[in-house]
């Protein structure tokens, strides 16, 4: 790492974000159809993110001039061996299109492809959850751990409904047809980055997704685990960042959950 202090770097990353935020929650009334371009089948992309992730290059790149990008939007040129942005402008454009909480800017720096800083900045509530290497996790200068919640029967699920690769949609309505019946509910925020860090904080006791990329995981996948949770993939691996599938829990309902999810989507499937 340069010759910085983690938490000191992280105030200025959060500065950073704000400033995207402000942008994006301005330019949130003055959206029109015109003005919302179709990715994909159910993923769309605006103005205001491609404007907001070129507002976070330049003031990040600016931190680490040698630093490289993963960014969704694709707004960046450059790439670093070292050094790596993780980020997402706004995860949860639907929601943010719409007009519908939780929406939220998701920021991870990642050193020699170990991820050492984590940002979600969720607009909605202007709630800011973020860690670096070494420390804790917080919620607007409060630590915050994952709930101690240990059996799925009394668990908040979180998930997302896919958008692509439907040949795994069978196994997921059959996942949903499981924590409905198993769980205290099932929740599906339009965000997997608040997602993920409202298990870090204690709001859900799991959550889990497939069809994802690594501006969508990193930086709520690391603040989960500085908040005492763990992460994987549907494997039960650690390829939880590019693997495309995400499991994230407390650590009490960690193996029950785990177990769950592979028996639906992997064993009862082969």
């Not at 198993?182 to 859900?204: E, I, K, P």
């Not at 390829?239 to 960690?254: M, P």
Request: aromatic share 12%; hydrophobic share 40%.
């Amino acid at each position: 790492m340069p010759d910085i202090n983690l938490e000191e770097f992280c105030n200025e990353v959060m500065e950073i974000a704000r400033t995207a935020g402000e942008f994006i929650l301005s330019e949130q009334q003055k959206l029109t159809a015109s003005t919302v371009e179709a990715k994909g089948k159910h993923n769309f992309v605006t103005h205001v993110d491609t404007k907001a992730e070129q507002m976070l290059v330049d003031g990040l790149g600016k931190l680490i001039p040698e630093s490289g990008f993963i960014a969704e939007e694709g707004t960046a040129g450059q790439s670093g061996e070292d050094y790596q942005w993780i980020i997402d402008p706004v995860d949860g454009t639907t929601n943010f299109i719409h007009g519908l909480p939780p929406f939220a800017i998701s920021i991870a720096l990642m050193h020699h492809g170990e991820i050492v800083l984590g940002v979600v900045y969720e607009l909605g509530f202007r709630e800011f959850f973020y860690a670096w290497k070494g420390s804790k996790a917080y919620l607007d200068g409060r630590e915050i751990h994952v709930s101690n919640t240990s059996n799925v029967s009394d668990s908040l699920i979180a998930t997302g409904f896919p958008y692509t690769y439907f040949e795994h949609l069978e196994g997921f309505m059959d996942s949903v047809n499981y924590f409905m019946q198993n769980s205290h509910g099932l929740r599906r925020l339009g965000s997997a980055a608040t997602d993920l860090v409202y298990v870090a904080c204690g709001r859900f006791e799991a959550f889990y997704e497939y069809g994802l990329s690594p501006w969508d995981v990193a930086a709520g996948g690391f603040i989960i685990l500085q908040a005492g949770g763990k992460a994987c993939d549907f494997y039960g691996n650690d390829d939880w960042l590019f693997g495309g599938t995400i499991i994230a829990t407390n650590t009490a309902v960690s193996d029950e959950f785990r177990g769950i999810i592979k028996k639906i989507f992997i064993d009862d499937r082969s």
